[in-house]
């Protein structure tokens, strides 16, 4: 099969539509990049089904401080390889946070047992005071 090489008119100067064709072709922009851009509709996805899957998690905790962490966000940090996870503690958010980073090779494997993904994100947590209980708790 031979390929035909159409001959260019006259009035054809080469002029594209002005767009970038490396810009139109870097997979990069289809996700959610460091540069400020909005996370894609994936990530989004990823993030809830982390969220969700964490809440079950840390509600099904043997541990008293991790059932009563809430989990108000998880967003892309900067994209779906790395999640931030935002945490509220009832109580102290010093102890709330010792007590998290003991437990994060479990919560991402229970992550990894929740989500439809073959690579499992990392995840960075970031726990505030002011959850459910509303502040802190008397040392007893």
Not at 42 to 50: E, N, P, S, T
Not at 120 to 138: D, I, N
Request: with cysteine.
């Amino acid at each position: 099969m031979s390929r035909r090489h159409t001959p260019r008119s006259d009035d054809d100067d080469g002029i594209d539509d002005g767009s970038d064709p490396v810009r139109y072709h870097d997979r990069r922009r289809r996700h959610a990049t460091a540069s400020g851009d909005r996370p894609g509709r994936k990530a989004l996805q990823l993030c809830g089904q982390v969220r969700d899957t964490l809440t079950t998690a840390l509600a099904g905790s043997g541990d008293d401080v991790l059932r009563t962490l809430t989990v108000t966000a998880v967003e892309p940090a900067p994209n779906a390889g790395r999640l931030l996870v935002l945490l509220a503690a009832a109580g102290d958010p010093g102890e709330a946070d010792e007590h998290v980073h003991r437990a994060a090779g479990w919560l991402r494997t229970e992550v990894a047992a929740g989500i439809t993904r073959r690579a499992v994100p990392e995840l960075t947590f970031r726990v505030a005071g002011g959850g459910r209980g509303g502040g802190q708790e008397p040392d007893a």
